[in-house]
Each structure stands twice: as structure tokens, then as C-alpha cells.
């Protein structure tokens, strides 16, 4: 039998591989929820990881995804004593973003699963090299689940349409703020919260009502190439927005991704990336990220070492080469909602428990 504790959190990529756990006829332990609150969260979490111990038997399987905060070491070592392997699908390493723990105490909990599925092979490197001993499969890319299908509308527009969406905010990334100095040849549409508008003299960027409602307004004539659109839901993105390529980038500098935020692109998977793609839009990344090979080699977009070489790489784009861009996303845009990716990394965690019996 196969097992997952579901997560119970708001976390789109975690809610996707409970979903995909579901689809796939593994068995929940998550019985009961006490509740949303502080109090109800561990007590529903402590309800289900002990559940192993009535529910398990020798040979099944639990699939974990981590971090599961304080109860992961705890579900590893009651599988463990009833003979069930635990299989982990990693979403963040603490020792490498948050730096809450060392690498080695990080590959302590790790070492409790006997199969990793991780983002990409600078993550699985990075975990070999600090001691991980089990089986590692690369899930190069995060499926994303969404009811609706991507917006139909001619592209490239004229000029180039980027699109960001995610944390405006400063503290996030500082580089939303000096992009305009860059941008040639084509425009930037914001989608999110917590975008400072700047001051006069300076013009104000575009804003629109579509803070209160999840639809996009069309584009505004304005002297500014940045557009700001405030927040949208999800799948009215997917659904209705248009643009020719989707921004991964995070931190200060338009030269390099930097900060923690941005240093982390160097080891992981964002989110983001997905979610440009299930809305069937080419991305653009930077080519010191782990994901840029991925993308490079699926034809799903170009890298770039600065923001300032966007208007370069864009222009030397020929109809044709965009078309295969575009073509890609969108087969790419229907793998994601079918949960492709995790469902390979399933069927790999099979192959390698059946071969070490």
C-alpha cells in the first residue's frame, strides 16, 4: 500500500501533489482536521503521523513532502519501525535559504527517507556532496493544476510583452524599480501586491481596479513601458493573460539574481517558472539559475546574465523561433496539469524500492 500525509497548507505545489497523491489511489492518514488554528494544525498533524503506527505494515510505502516542519523525523522513524519506506519529495532546504540548519543536520533528517525527489541536479549534487546515500531523481520542473486553459491570442505583441508576477515588494525585489532603465523594445506588466508606486515628479505607473476584482484590464496607453495591474487570482491569469515571454527573477540587482532569494535560484525550482507555463507563456531566466538548462534544452525560453540584455536576445528572435518557444509552453502548459513531472518521480521511487528490496 501507498500512503501521504496531506499537507494542509496553502502552498499551491504541496495542494498539487496532495491532489496528484489522491488521483493516483495512494491512501491519506490525514483522518481529521481539528481545525485551522495554531492549536488544531498540530494536533491534526500529530493525529496523522502517528496513525502510521496502526495503519502501516512491512513493505508499504509513505510518501512525505518536506519540510514538513517538526513532524517529518517523527513520520520517518515510525515507518521505519514498521518496515515501510519513506519516500520524500523535497520543496525547500532551510539549510540553504533560511540557513535555520546546517547543511549536515539537514542531511540527518534526509537521511531518514530512502528516496529523494528533488528539483534539479545542482540540488541533487549539493546533497550528495553533503552525505545523502539514498535513491535521487530530478524533478526538473513543478506540475501545476489549474481547471482552465491558457489565454488564445496572437503573439509576439509589437513591442515585446513581458509579464512579472509574484512579490513587488522592495524588500523582495529591488530591481522592479530600476527595470525602466533597461527596458528597449519592449514593456513590463506587473501582476501582484506590495508594488510601491513611486512619487511625482516621477509619472505614476499604470494602475487599474483590478486589485478588487481577478479578470485583467487591457493595456492603458501611458508614456511609462511598465504596467502595474495589482493582484490576480491564479487561474484568471492562466486564462486571460497575454504576454510574450514570463520574468524569473528575484533580488536587488538587474546584473545577477542576489540576496537570499535570488542566491536561491542557483539550487532550486520556483514556483513561477510553472506557473508562466501553465499559462502557455515562454520564460525568460537567468543562466546562472539551475533551472536555465532545463529551459534552454526544452525550448521553452532564453537565458540571460543581466535584465539589460533582454531587448537583445528578444530582437534577434525570428517569427519562427518565437513559434517554437510558444508551441513548447503550451505542450509544456498541458503536461504540468496533468502532474506529469511528480507522477515520474513516483513511478522512478517505485522502480528503485522494487530493486532494493
Not at 510574450?244 to 513561477?272: A, Q
Request: glycine residues 8%; proline residues 6%.
Amino acid at each position: 500500500m501507498k500512503y501521504y500525509i496531506e499537507v494542509g497548507t496553502v502552498n499551491k505545489a504541496k495542494q498539487d501533489i496532495d491532489e496528484i497523491c489522491r488521483r493516483e489511489g495512494f491512501t491519506n492518514l490525514t483522518h481529521r482536521n481539528f481545525g485551522n488554528g495554531g492549536v488544531g494544525r498540530f494536533l491534526t498533524k500529530l493525529v496523522s503521523v502517528t496513525s502510521i503506527l496502526w495503519c502501516m505494515k512491512k513493505g508499504d510505502m509513505l510518501f512525505l513532502q518536506y519540510p514538513m516542519k517538526k513532524f517529518y523525523y517523527m513520520a520517518c522513524v515510525l515507518a521505519k519501525m514498521k518496515g515501510a519506506k519513506v519516500v520524500t519529495v523535497i520543496h525547500d532546504l532551510g539549510a540553504f535559504r533560511r540557513h535555520k540548519l546546517t547543511p549536515e543536520q539537514e542531511n540527518s533528517r534526509l537521511s531518514k527517507t530512502v528516496f529523494l525527489i528533488v528539483h534539479n541536479p545542482t540540488m541533487r549534487d549539493y546533497l550528495i556532496e553533503h552525505g545523502y546515500k539514498g535513491g535521487i531523481h530530478c524533478l526538473q520542473i513543478f506540475d501545476y493544476l489549474a481547471p482552465c486553459q491558457p489565454a488564445d491570442y496572437a503573439a509576439p505583441h509589437q513591442p515585446w510583452r513581458i509579464v512579472y508576477a509574484g512579490n513587488l515588494a522592495r524588500w523582495r525585489n529591488e530591481f522592479l524599480y530600476h527595470i525602466e532603465a533597461v527596458m528597449k523594445g519592449w514593456q513590463m506588466v506587473l501582476y501582484g501586491k506590495g508594488f510601491e508606486m513611486p512619487a511625482s515628479p516621477t509619472p505614476p505607473l499604470t494602475s487599474h481596479p483590478s486589485d478588487q476584482t481577478s479578470r485583467p484590464s487591457p493595456l492603458t496607453p501611458h508614456p511609462s513601458s511598465l504596467t502595474y495591474r495589482g493582484f490576480i487570482a491564479s487561474d484568471d491569469f492562466i486564462a486571460h493573460a497575454e504576454a510574450d515571454f514570463g520574468l524569473v527573477w528575484d533580488g536587488d540587482s538587474m546584473d545577477e539574481c542576489t540576496g537570499d532569494w535570488g542566491e536561491y535560484l542557483r539550487i532550486n525550482d520556483p514556483h513561477k517558472t510553472s506557473f508562466y507555463l501553465r499559462a502557455a507563456i515562454p520564460v525568460i531566466v537567468w543562466k546562472e539559475a539551475a533551472m536555465s538548462p532545463f529551459i534552454e534544452e526544452q525550448k521553452l525560453g532564453i537565458s540571460v546574465g543581466s535584465l539589460s540584455e533582454i531587448g537583445e536576445r528578444i530582437a534577434a528572435l525570428s517569427p519562427a523561433d518565437y513559434q517554437v518557444l510558444k508551441q513548447n509552453a503550451l505542450a509544456m502548459s498541458q503536461r504540468l496539469n496533468e502532474g506529469y513531472y511528480i507522477k515520474e518521480g513516483m513511478k522512478a521511487a517505485d522502480d528503485y524500492l522494487n530493486s532494493h528490496v
